[in-house]
């Protein structure tokens, strides 16, 4: 197998994780519908499925009995966080071509999984925590702290303070770290002296 097929296979197994709460399904729109979808999604800087995913949702809402001023300014919203395209590509090859000297490849994966996730929800416009990761993946909130405090420090992600976040004293919102990709590279470097395999041509792929 080789590095491209493998990594197309671990991105597979994160994303039936990442999608274990949603449906996929198709279609089928006028021209005109689809254009502002279209529109909506480019203003939002997420992908055309998710767009039509809130759509179809708000329309539910409204059926359901909900205000549809409430539900509109749901969907038009701008998302609260940067974008990423999902799967955040350059990040992820990066974390498996990564040989960090204390990182087993069960450990690289676990890493791309949470990697994955929490660039999915940034791309969403949301920011989740560690307590809220481990009730998606039925770990431990301490086991996923810990993974996102290492993340941190070899600068994929960023942890933010935010006091009485959805009734919790005190949470740390996880984002996807502006220039991750050169910090983690650096982070390599001084573990291990030498660069990511093939970060040069990665660069080239993401942020």
Known sequence: ???????????RKAQKTLLADMRETKAFVSAESYGRAVALAESRNERLPITIGRLLDFAIDVLDGADP??????????????SLEVPAEALLQAILASRFPSDTGA???????????????NAKGQAPT???MAGLTGAFRAQMDLLSKQLAERGL???KHAPNHRGARSA????????????????????TGEPITGIEALKKVGR
């Open 1 to 11: 197998m080789n590095p491209r097929t493998k990594y197309h296979a671990s991105w």
């Open 69 to 82: 001023e409430d539900a509109k300014q749901e969907v038009s919203a701008p998302p609260a966080t940067a």
């Open 107 to 121: 450990a690289r994966l676990r890493q791309f999984a949470f990697v994955q996730i929490v660039a999915e929800r």
């Open 130 to 132: 560690s307590t809220e």
């Open 157 to 159: 992600i960023t942890r």
């Open 172 to 191: 740390k919102l996880l984002m996807i770290a502006d220039n991750a990709l050169e910090h983690f590279n650096q982070a390599h470097i001084a573990e």
